[in-house]
């Protein structure tokens, strides 16, 4: 229809016409990329926003699982302490030879942490990190998940101790199945598992042949005492992360915020 008026106007040498015409064209030309460019640059937004929701999301998962796990080795370090006094004392836990043998078992007991960073893989990976249009935000991203004290520490927060095995492989069966029967609680999610106190279901006499056993090993000290560090530092590793992890929270936040 324009086409054929503008030949029409061109026919007639109605060049004010045509003129009026061309800019009809432009206009419209350049409304319709404008219209374009912005339902393109809400989709990216709202994007954008998906993702830092997602983000926000495994933060949270982080949060959670750090302050489960340090509150998780604490408990295994208080075991672990206890059992190491006896060994280099003599000193029973409560004063109790079965207490002092579900220490040695406790302090065996690990729980390993793993950042949550899917989304931010997904991400980097899919060559969507321009999607973190802060630049502040996006250093602060890479530092948590590729450059953070907590990831170049996977040693400390995912270390298998011998320990673990040694003193299993001296614990007689029925005493590891009573432990993980009555002395153990598995939650709902792999954040919070417990460790109970419980009666004891052995006499006093074996309960002290097995710290005998335990004592006679002189692994049994060296180890624990490797284990019991390890957690230690691995603790304060979380603690670093854990204000790293804050920061980072609070970055996301102010970036969601409505209106922003």
């Given at each position: 229809?324009?086409?054929?008026?503008?030949?029409?106007?061109?026919?007639?040498?109605?060049?004010?016409?045509?003129?009026?015409?061309?800019?009809?064209?432009?206009?419209?030309v350049y409304v319709g990329i404008e219209v374009s460019n912005w339902n393109e640059a809400?989709?990216?937004?709202?994007?954008?926003?998906?993702?830092?929701?997602?983000l926000r999301a495994d933060l949270q998962a982080d949060e959670d699982m750090i302050d489960a796990r340090r509150q998780f080795w604490e408990h295994v370090g208080d075991y672990g302490d206890a059992a190491i006094a006896y060994l280099e004392s003599g000193r029973l836990r409560n004063e109790s030879p079965w207490a002092t043998v579900l220490a040695f078992y406790q302090a065996s007991?690990?729980?390993?942490?793993?950042?949550?960073?899917?989304?931010?893989?997904?991400?980097?990976?899919?060559?969507?990190?321009?999607?973190?249009?802060?630049?502040?935000l996006e250093a602060a991203f890479a530092?948590?998940?590729?450059?953070?004290?907590?990831?170049?520490?996977?040693?400390?927060?995912q270390?298998?101790?011998?320990?673990?095995e040694l003193i299993r492989g001296k614990t007689p069966w029925h005493v590891q199945q009573y432990i993980w029967e009555s002395c153990h609680a598995d939650g709902t999610t792999l954040?919070?598992?417990?460790?109970?106190?419980?009666?004891?279901?052995?006499?006093?006499?074996?309960?002290?042949?097995?710290?005998?056993?335990?004592?006679?090993?002189p692994e049994?000290?060296?180890?624990?005492?490797?284990?019991?560090?390890?957690?230690?530092?691995?603790?304060?590793v979380l603690a670093i992360n854990r204000a790293r992890?804050?920061?980072l929270t609070e970055l996301v936040d102010r970036e969601l915020e409505p209106g922003r």
């Open positions: 229809m324009l086409l054929r008026r503008i030949k029409h106007h061109v026919a007639n040498e109605n060049w004010f016409a045509v003129f009026v015409d061309f800019v009809i064209v432009v206009v419209g809400r989709k990216e937004e709202a994007l954008a926003t998906q993702y830092l929701e997602r007991q690990v729980a390993h942490y793993f950042s949550t960073n899917t989304t931010y893989e997904e991400l980097r990976y899919s060559g969507e990190l321009s999607l973190i249009r802060n630049p502040e530092d948590y998940y590729i450059s953070g004290v907590g990831q170049q520490a996977n040693y400390l927060l270390y298998q101790p011998e320990y673990r954040v919070d598992q417990q460790m109970l106190e419980c009666d004891a279901p052995i006499d006093p006499s074996e309960a002290a042949t097995i710290l005998a056993d335990y004592a006679a090993d049994t000290i060296e180890q624990l005492r490797f284990w019991i560090s390890n957690l230690s530092v691995a603790g304060r992890l804050a920061r």
